[in-house]
């Protein structure tokens, strides 16, 4: 297996890319396995959170170069080369990416299709395709140019350089930077935080961010209200606003 998953705590799953020999390099066995694990783990009311990582040295250093080498248009095309990995954007459940060591090319393209990046001090984001006379392939220059803007992600795509941790803080890429022997229990503690929130709230937040990158900002607004007026159809809804008049903690049902 290429992935292991885990449940490190109380509705919260880990998620572990384990080809250590080739730096987590993404290829079409780690991209079923893992699609598969996190689709399974979405069907599960078991589980509120998940967390993507990979190992100290690199979440993955990219998609696996060996296997692409050879190939030629004709059978990049038919075969829509990638497009598996949309799998992971119809997971519903929020994920947390916690990166450390390389997140190259297709790393970083599988950490910016969680919902958010979680970096240790030693995490380096990159997209270094055009070094290999290529483009990123998996949204990369679609995800980047709207998570850091079009200066940044032009200078990391056409360059292949790659940014540190606290660059990627500061341009927004990611949402905290930890030190590294903290990042796993930081990002069950993110990821337990939000899966004791109720889950049906949280994948109808989690969607309604989503749409802000499809939509323009009247149909957004217009989606969040709708959204937010369904919400009032939950119990958990009732149980939340009962507990902050009761002066309680909620005891959400999911539901
Ligand atoms: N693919 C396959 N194997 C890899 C990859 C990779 N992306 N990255 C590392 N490995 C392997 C190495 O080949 C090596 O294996 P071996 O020991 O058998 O030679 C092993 O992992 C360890 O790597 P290094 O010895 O190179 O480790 P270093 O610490 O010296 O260097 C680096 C680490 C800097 C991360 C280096 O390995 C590197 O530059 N890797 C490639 C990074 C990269 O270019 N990533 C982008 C890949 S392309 C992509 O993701 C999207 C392509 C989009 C195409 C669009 C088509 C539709």
């Known amino acids: 297996m290429t992935v292991t998953v885990e449940r490190p705590a109380s509705r919260v799953a880990l998620i572990t ?21 996190a689709a399974e783990l979405d069907r599960s009311a078991e589980v509120g959170a998940i967390v993507l990582t990979g190992s100290d040295r690199a979440f993955a250093a990219g998609a696996d170069i060996k296997e692409m080498a050879s190939r030629t248009f004709s059978e990049m095309h038919a075969e829509d080369w990638f497009a598996g990995w949309d799998a992971l954007t119809r997971v ?13 090319g297709g790393g970083c393209e599988l950490a910016m299709m969680c919902d958010l990046l979680l970096a240790a001090e030693s995490a380096r984001f990159g997209q270094p395709e055009i070094t290999l006379g290529v483009i990123p392939g998996m949204g990369g220059s679609q995800r980047l140019t709207r998570a850091i803007g079009k200066a940044k992600a032009m200078d990391l795509i056409l360059t292949g350089r790659t940014m540190r ?19 796993r229990a930081e990002a069950i503690e993110v990821a337990a935080k939000i899966a004791s929130m109720s889950l049906v709230a949280a994948r109808t937040a989690k969607e309604a961010v989503n749409r802000s990158f499809e939509s323009s900002l009247a ?32 005891d959400f049902r999911h539901c």
Not at 165 to 183: F, H, I, K, T, Y
């Open 219 to 250: 149909e957004g607004v217009l989606f969040e209200r709708r959204v937010f007026h369904a919400l009032f159809a939950t119990e958990d809804q009732k149980e939340g606003m009962a507990a902050f008049t009761e002066k309680r903690k909620p």
């Open 92 to 104: 519903r459940t929020p994920l947390i990416a916690a990166v450390a060591g390389h997140a190259l």
């Open 17 to 37: 890319l384990n080809r250590p020999q080739a730096l987590n390099a993404l290829n079409l066995e780690t991209m079923r396995e893992l699609t598969t694990a």
């Open 165 to 183: 941790a606290d660059e990627a803080e500061r341009c927004g890429l990611v949402s905290r930077v930890v030190p590294n022997e903290q990042l």
